[in-house]
């Protein structure tokens, strides 16, 4: 008896560093978003780096006026399910994001949130109404990013209430997660009364391609007092820094890895809702290798 005692003790404490090992392997917190070159390298790819906890998918960019449809930059459609399913195993969460910089994206009624959240429940998520493409195939992503960058605010929220009920079809771990990569000034206009449901359990905020936010033009002070206020105002959400993996053009907002480790990211980890980096994007990442100078450095 005692042995066995022994014995299943000895198996718990294994069970349990195995679980510490894979929490502390996943749960650095660097996101980033993927799909918007095609010399970026594949989705799969970019989970084998095993630098990122989370991959964004952009942009699912045609919405709202009865046609649905993506912009994935040149990537082949017909990889793209079996990569999702790949970085899934691996412990990565894959994430759609919707919006985008397009013009071909709007919510103009109560009905077309109704029907957008229909078809990304159907056509991405744990859905499969007869009839509705799914250009993934039966691959599902674990959740929805609002990237709305163009166009009124109107019915944001709405969406955010009908894709949040489809959670009832899951048992047990998340269903449909839903965050948001507003703009650096807070609010953003296009998606605060979405983001004011409460619903979303992550914010990634866009510290770059805005003066006002930049840390090479407004320095420390100038980051944290808009991260102070995001923060402040969703307790409720984990919040990232966003920022580019390389400047982008005719920009200056990469921060550098010294700034980063030794005055920048002190302060952001005080909010006790801190939540990790988000990177523009995998391209300029895998020209830089800047996540992974992240990633080595142990910023997160």
């Known amino acids: 008896m005692a042995f066995r ?13 195995f679980l510490a090992a894979t929490a ?19 989705l799969r790819e970019a989970c084998d780096t095993g630098i990122y906890s989370t991959v964004i998918i952009s942009f699912y960019s045609v919405f709202g006026h009865g046609k649905y449809w993506g912009d994935l930059s040149g990537h082949p459609l017909y990889a793209i399910g079996a990569d999702i399913k790949h970085c899934r195993a691996k412990g990565i969460v894959v994430l759609l994001s919707i919006g985008g910089g397009g013009t071909q994206y709007s919510l103009p009624s109560s009905q077309s949130a109704a029907d957008v959240a229909d078809n990304l ?17 039966d691959a599902v992503v674990d959740g929805i990013d609002f990237f709305i960058d163009q166009g009124a605010p109107d019915h944001y929220d709405e969406l955010a209430r009908r894709l949040s009920g489809y959670n009832r079809h899951y048992r047990g771990a998340p269903g449909v997660r ?4 507003p703009r650096c000034v807070c609010p ?46 969703y307790p409720r959400s984990k919040v990232y820094i966003g920022l580019p993996a390389a400047n982008l053009p005719g920009r200056n907002d990469k921060v550098g890895l010294m700034s980063m480790n030794y005055d920048l990211m002190p302060s952001l980890k005080q909010a006790a809702n801190y939540g990790g980096v988000m990177l523009w994007d995998r391209f300029y990442d895998k020209q ?8 080595n450095a142990g910023i997160f």
């Open 121 to 137: 429940w159907n056509a991405h998520l744990g859905g499969g109404r007869p009839g509705v493409f799914r250009p993934f195939g």
């Open 178 to 181: 839903l965050t948001a990569t």
């Open 288 to 295: 830089t290798g800047y996540g992974r100078d992240l990633y």
């Open 5 to 17: 005692r022994r014995s299943c003790v000895l198996a718990a404490l294994v069970a349990l560093c």
């Open 24 to 42: 502390a392997a996943g749960d650095h917190g660097l996101t980033v978003f993927w799909g918007r070159n095609k010399d970026e390298g594949s």
């Open 188 to 233: 953003d206009w296009r998606v605060q009364r979405a983001l004011d449901t409460g619903l979303f359990e992550r914010i990634h905020l866009r510290f770059f391609g805005e003066d006002r936010c930049s840390y090479n033009r407004v320095h420390k002070d100038g980051v944290m007092a808009q991260w102070s206020k995001w923060t402040a105002r």
